[in-house]
């Protein structure tokens, strides 16, 4: 199903042992301003917060509507969730422990909180620097990559996107490769989803995303599509 494509979109096929388990929310922007994030912006991000630690402070991140489903990709994967978070998990776990969210530049910020109130895991990356097609798979035995963090981030057995220079992301840890940056001006985002939560719920997230990054980035979204 796609919601809307143009021909500049980036090539992006699914592994076939994925089919009937993931879909991918795609949105590309161009255009993109990393400016400082405006007081409506930060004002909507504390609001969200409160709103989260008011309601869910001291429950069992399972019990927690959309934990429990982005847990159940990583199932179906056999991939422990308690061990190897989602990404959208870590930062809730974070904003419940009174952390707040992390800042980082306009474009992240925006994608975090995203991805925090639909909890589902996200990857932002930097599209001038993914080279070719990027196919979605599983991680090979001893395949890693450097993690944002400069972490090494270990890749088998895991939901990751590789490009024509290998893995770059996943829904855990995103690449140091393909990281947003100062000079960054064209982004793809990609939301991973269990595929029986990909009808209102994904295409709500894309929506929400796409209006942010106008409004808060001035980005210009040129794609936006759903895959499975």
Do not use: W
Not at 83 to 94: G, H
Not at 107 to 126: I, R
Not at 215 to 222: E, I
């Amino acid at each position: 199903m796609t919601l809307q494509a143009r021909p500049q979109s980036l090539p992006l096929t699914v592994d076939d042992a994925l089919l009937g388990t993931l879909a991918l929310g795609v949105l590309e922007a161009e255009n993109v301003s990393l400016d400082p994030l405006s007081r409506e912006f930060l004002d909507a991000r504390d609001q969200l917060v409160q709103k989260l630690v008011g309601s869910y402070a001291g429950r069992q991140p399972a019990d927690i509507p959309g934990v429990a489903e982005a847990r159940s990709l990583f199932h179906r994967l056999g991939i422990d969730p308690t061990k190897t978070r989602p990404s959208s998990e870590a930062l809730l776990r974070r904003v419940l422990q009174g952390k707040g969210l992390p800042t980082v530049n306009s474009a992240v910020d925006v994608c975090n909180l995203c991805s925090l109130e639909h909890q589902l895991p996200l990857g932002l990356y930097d599209r001038d620097k993914i080279r070719g097609a990027v196919h979605v798979r599983v991680g090979r035995e001893g395949e890693d990559y450097d993690g944002i963090r400069k972490q090494r981030v270990h890749l088998g057995g895991r939901l990751l996107l590789a490009d024509e220079d290998g893995p770059f992301g996943a829904p855990t840890s995103d690449s140091l490769r393909t990281s947003v940056h100062a000079g960054t001006r064209t982004l793809i985002v990609v939301l991973f989803c269990p595929v029986d939560r990909a009808g209102q719920s994904l295409s709500s997230a894309l929506e929400h995303l796409a209006d942010h990054l106008t409004r808060y980035c001035s980005a210009n979204v040129v794609a936006v599509r759903v895959v499975q």
